[in-house]
């Protein structure tokens, strides 16, 4: 409940930035063969902590802050 503004619309979910750099479904470059990242990760400094932050790594490699967020959004049980 700290950031009112961030707010998934769709879901009521708040404060998914920042606990880790999350996987998305898509490369970074078409031809690099290396997957994008978003939304930086305890390990970083608060630049990091958002969205639009972007890095990209290789899915063969694992870092302790690299992972991918499990949301299960069940309306009845709010």
């Not at 990760?41 to 990091?48: A, G, I, L, T």
Request: with cysteine; aromatic share 20%.
């Amino acid at each position: 409940w700290t950031y009112p503004l961030g707010v998934c619309p769709a879901t009521g979910v708040w404060d998914l930035g920042g606990n880790v750099w999350e996987w998305q479904a898509n490369y970074y470059s078409g031809s690099s063969g290396t997957l994008a990242l978003r939304g930086g990760s305890w390990y970083d400094n608060q630049d990091h902590a958002r969205l639009a932050a972007r890095i990209f790594d290789r899915p063969l490699n694992g870092w302790n802050d690299f992972g991918f967020r499990v949301v299960v959004f069940a309306p009845s049980s709010f």
